[in-house]
């Protein structure tokens, strides 16, 4: 079965510092890979999605991720944070041929004004 | 705009009773989802419609169950509910089949079982 791990439990990172969170997986094909944002009190917005083609995947809010298939990760990355930014974040693998998704453990980012 | 909601938004109940949560889409989506989120777990699939009639368990189903009546309602019932049960419920819906396809997350609903 798939698994998505996000080994940040909480990152604290300063305003217009760059930041990259971790996700791998573990799937036995090409998965489908998403980022998901969580505001708080708020549901989850897509970020952005693999699941073909290039690999380094522009998203929304300037956020971009990139899968490689060596080392079975998908991480998010920005180069600049925003405090608007604060929020959790999620990694999710999709299977091929299913519809559903299995989602990591999330990272809360934190901004440092 | 279309949109998906939940209510209640935040529900208190007891040890035995049965809740009903809502979700309500606007979009005409097929499938639909409910997850709980978990401090340490993310989201956990709970159970998921493809359509009218349509229900299936996901990874944690015991205790709950849905029906699909109609396109836009997907409701949640706790059976019984425990206090193993707080959580916070998303209801998500998808317009096509696929786990490639974008899933589109309602507010939430925050609850609390004494």
């Known amino acids: 079965a798939q698994s998505v791990t996000q080994p940040d439990i909480h990152i604290t990172v300063s305003e217009g510092a760059s930041l990259e969170l971790r996700c791998n997986y573990s799937y036995g094909a090409t998965p489908y890979l998403f980022w998901y944002v969580q505001s708080p009190g708020q549901g989850l917005q897509l970020l952005l999605k693999y699941f073909s083609g290039d690999t380094l995947v522009q998203g929304i809010k300037g956020f971009e991720a990139e899968f490689k298939r060596s080392q079975s990760s998908f991480n998010l990355r920005k180069p600049s944070v925003h405090w608007s930014d604060a929020a959790e974040y999620f990694c999710?693998?999709?299977?091929?041929?299913?519809?559903?998704?299995?989602f990591g453990q999330g990272t809360r980012l934190t901004i440092n004004p | 705009d279309a949109e998906i909601t939940q209510s209640p938004r935040h529900k208190i109940t007891e040890t035995g009773r049965q809740v009903t949560l809502a979700c309500h889409q606007t979009?005409?989506?097929?499938?639909m989802f409910w997850y709980r989120q978990d401090l340490g777990h993310g989201l956990r699939l709970i159970h998921y419609?493809?359509?009218?009639?349509?229900?299936n368990k996901g990874e944690v189903s015991d205790g709950y169950s849905v029906s699909r009546s109609n396109t836009e309602d997907l409701p949640l019932t706790l059976e019984s509910a425990a206090s193993s049960q707080t959580s916070v419920y998303f209801c998500?819906?998808?317009?096509?089949?696929?786990?490639?396809?974008?899933?589109?997350f309602g507010p939430g609903t925050r609850l609390l079982v004494l």
């Open positions: 999710a693998v999709g299977e091929r041929g299913a519809q559903k998704l299995v």
């Open positions: 419609s493809y359509g009218v009639h349509d229900t």
């Open positions: 998500a819906s998808s317009e096509l089949a696929g786990a490639h396809e974008t899933q589109y």
């Open positions: 979009w005409n989506h097929n499938n």
